[in-house]
């Protein structure tokens, strides 16, 4: 089992930025790959970034340049940096924990790849 926490969210003016963090109850490195996903209102959710085991990470298109994610492995936690924020990013953030290899990276852009869940964290951009 892995909890996972989100902390970091808010209300932010267009331009600014804000870093999101997502505690876990056990060693990041364990899974094969943290995320993060999003749902605005009325919207499904949808792939943001995600990190695997080895380092590598990998970006919605809409986010590229702004967002960057990263973990601590000490500290168990994974963050997501986010840069010119823009008011289409104002969204519920979910952080999610993936303890299945997969070789295809591209597998983890998929909800179904991860097997945990943290309960979100809101971010909201004015404009």
């Known amino acids: 089992q892995v909890q996972l926490v989100e902390s970091g969210g808010g209300l932010v003016q267009a331009g600014g930025s804000l870093r999101l963090s997502c505690a876990a109850s056990r060693s990041t490195f364990i899974n094969s790959a943290m995320g993060w996903f999003r749902q605005a209102p009325g919207k499904e959710r949808e792939f943001v970034a995600t990190i695997r085991s080895g380092g590598s990470t990998y970006y919605t298109d809409s986010v590229k340049g702004r967002f960057t994610i990263s973990r601590d492995n000490p500290k168990n936690t994974v963050f997501l940096q986010m840069n010119s924020l823009k008011p289409e990013d104002t969204a519920l953030y979910y952080c999610?924990?993936?303890?299945?290899?997969?070789?295809?990276?591209?597998?983890?852009?998929?909800?179904?790849?991860?097997?945990?869940w943290g309960e979100g964290t809101q971010v909201t951009v004015s404009s």
């Open positions: 999610a924990a993936s303890t299945i290899y997969y070789t295809l990276s591209n597998r983890y852009r998929a909800e179904s790849a991860y097997d945990y």
